[in-house]
């Protein structure tokens, strides 16, 4: 019947990837027909039954099993008949294999010679009784298991999106909240991303928190709002209660698209003065209503900017794979839940955001007041003050003294600087704990209003969450002598046409530290993506990538090294524009301790003519058949006098 292949399908797709499009027409791309004919019937042997008595053990052993060591008798395979029963714990041996009867399992010989275990004694319940204080060992489970969610979604959204920068550079980021907004574990993956999107969460709770339904997904950009920069487009999604009542969870992820329009190929414009120039805003969209897309509505609004998304059918791929990706996290919340009760959830996503606190605030009791003045390359300064209150264990973060919002895009919104911050005293715990907003619990954050770490709504600011990111933690390792300057830039290159368009960060060297050197040509710090393979990049792209090694000698020298920076050459075989919005070049990445800068970057084209054209650090270019864009990135500060 049609109309039930349809809902079979509809209802499948829903469940696959947390929506429906039923305005679309299905394509059957195969049909398989199966046939069923009688056969003649099967006879099994049938096992003789136990006159009297039970089996007996071949041997004794012991066994730990429930966190204590039980002694357990072994009995031959072989010499069990039907009816037997063998109550745990045991051990059942045979040829090619054992099987192991727990305690409050039962395993019992059926006339076919087949082996039933079944559970005898129920199992114990998981009670939130006593979870006030933190168990060790749940703790422990509980980290992992929260973070393996957030890991699971990642999976999902790299293995159903389409594009370069998501599926092979993996520019994305995945994470799970609590019912305020509150940053409960993440993936492993860009951490500008994840300690701003906690007030996307919020912002979506402010504006439409009462009037959210199961199935219902938001999807937000503006960096007022908790993003970050316009490519980086937010999807959240509420984790409801069995009665579709309460949020539990928010899923969130974050990808970065390599255009959402803006007024150069790939939405990072080097020269842009206004959020306008920067591509399309999108705040507090309702994309999916109760597993409906709304494809149609998401389409205009890509289109109905004054610089509009220049490849639609991309961003809509992807933003659908973000949407399957927090439909798996929905799905794995609610089988915790299911597994361990809502009461025990609750109390260890406290326990875990307890934990974050209380590590950080064993960091705190180690350092000291600090104070670092930090000069952007257009000479604004950067200045973070560090005060420690070793009391109580906690820190106040000032950047009071920091230059005024500029006119350029090299401003950050707040959202960008705390996640610097969060970053810096996560990297600073020895343990292995997720980062979360309990973090920032013992720390202070003084950001004034009008600098370029707090601008006015309106400011462009697509160099802040990558440039000015990068600049805040390198500022506030320096502060607290931790760490000398890492390359601090993402080395944004771009490059494309009306059709085409491609993004990328690019590695460099990091800065060494107290009894460490230096990493050469790693993404440092706030981003933490891949570059795309040469294979990929040369078939997507109509380019050769002729270089791509370490720039010897950029390191920072000193009693520890910093890491050398990269060079990268790519060689373009069609007009392009080209578009580098990078750090680090006119200042140099600073030493600590006596140790020496590391080497500023530089990038040039080397045209098809034979002329070579010097491009700053901020710039552009217009690419014909035959040009060759070479990029050097800087290299990190060396550590104490060599």
């Known amino acids: ?20 499009t039923p305005d679309r027409a299905l394509v059957v791309e195969t049909v398989a027909v199966e046939a069923v004919a009688p056969g003649e019937a099967i006879i099994e042997a049938v096992l003789g039954a136990r006159a009297v008595g039970a089996p007996a053990p071949v041997d004794q052993t012991h066994i730990w099993s429930g966190g204590a060591d039980h002694a357990t008798p072994v009995f031959d395979r072989t010499e069990l008949l039907a009816g037997d029963r063998i109550a745990g714990p045991a051990l059942i041996r045979e040829a090619n294999a054992t099987t192991v009867v727990e305690p409050g399992w039962t395993a019992e ?55 370069v920068n998501i599926k092979e550079r993996l520019d994305f980021s ?49 960096p007022y709002n908790g993003g970050t920069h316009l490519p980086d487009v937010t999807v959240i999604t509420p984790v409801f209660d069995e009665a579709g009542q309460d949020i539990l969870f928010f899923v969130g992820n974050r990808g970065h698209h390599a255009d959402i329009g803006g007024i150069t190929p790939g939405s990072t414009p080097p020269a842009s003065h206004t959020l306008e120039e920067e591509g399309v805003v999108i705040d507090d969209f309702l994309l999916v209503d109760q597993g409906h897309l709304r494809e149609a509505a998401f389409r205009a609004v890509l289109a109905g900017a004054k610089y509009p998304a220049r490849s639609p059918d991309v961003n809509v791929a992807d933003i659908k794979a973000q949407v399957a990706a927090n439909e798996k996290g929905v799905q794995e919340l609610q089988r915790v839940v299911g597994r361990y009760g809502w009461d025990m959830v609750r109390a260890y996503m ?10 950080v605030r064993q960091v705190i009791s180690r350092i000291g007041d600090g104070r670092f003045d930090y000069t952007m390359d257009d000479g604004a300064p950067l200045r973070v003050v560090v005060k420690v209150d070793h009391i109580e264990r906690s820190a106040v973060v000032d950047f009071t003294g920091t230059g005024a919002q500029r006119g350029n895009n090299f401003n950050a919104p707040p959202a960008v600087t705390r996640a610097a911050v969060l970053y810096v005293f996560r990297c600073l715990v020895g343990t292995d704990i997720p980062l979360n907003d309990g973090c920032l619990k013992p720390i202070e954050i003084i950001i004034p209003p009008g600098t370029f770490l707090s601008p006015l709504p309106g400011a462009a600011v697509v160099a802040g969450n990558t440039e000015v990111s990068q600049a805040t933690c390198n500022a506030l390792f320096g502060a607290l002598g931790a760490l000398a300057c890492s390359q601090a830039t993402m080395n944004n290159f771009l490059f494309g046409d009306a059709t085409r368009q491609y993004y990328e960060t690019i590695c460099g060297g990091t800065g060494a530290g107290p009894d460490f050197n230096g990493t050469d040509a790693v993404q440092t710090h706030m981003t933490n993506t891949r570059m795309t393979d040469p294979e990929i990049l040369e078939l997507r792209y109509p380019v050769v990538q002729e270089e791509f090694s370490i720039r010897r000698g950029s390191g920072g020298i000193g009693k520890f090294h910093g890491g050398c920076g990269s060079r990268r050459r790519i060689r373009f075989l069609e007009p392009m524009t080209a578009v580098i919005v990078s750090s680090r070049r006119n200042v140099a990445p600073f030493g600590l301790a006596g140790g020496a800068d590391g080497a500023a970057g530089r990038q040039w084209v080397d045209r098809a003519d034979g002329t070579t054209q010097i491009l700053t650090g901020t710039d552009q270019a217009e690419l014909l058949p035959g040009d060759c864009f070479t990029i050097e990135t800087p290299g990190g500060g060396g550590y104490g006098a060599g």
């Not at 019947?1 to 429906?20: K, S």
């Not at 969460?201 to 928190?209: K, Q």
């Not at 406290?350 to 590590?359: C, G, I, L, P, T």
């Open 1 to 20: 019947d049609h109309a039930e292949i349809v809902a079979a399908f509809t209802a499948a797709h829903r469940a696959r990837f947390g929506f429906a």
């Open 109 to 163: 010989v059926t006339a076919l010679n087949h082996m039933i275990l079944r559970r005898t004694e129920a199992r114990p319940a998981l009670f939130a009784s006593g979870t006030d204080r933190a168990d060790p060992v749940l703790l422990e489970l509980f980290n992992n298991l929260f973070m393996n969610v957030a890991e699971q979604t990642g999976a999902v959204l790299q293995n159903t999106s389409q594009s």
């Open 174 to 222: 995945c994470a799970i909240f609590d019912g305020t907004g509150g940053l409960v574990a993440n993936a492993p993956h860009v951490p500008v991303h994840l300690g701003a999107m906690g007030e996307s969460v919020r912002t979506v709770l402010r504006a439409r928190g009462a009037t959210l339904r199961p199935g219902d997904v938001v999807a937000l950009n503006n």
């Open 350 to 359: 406290r326990h875990v955001m307890d934990n974050a606190e209380e590590s």
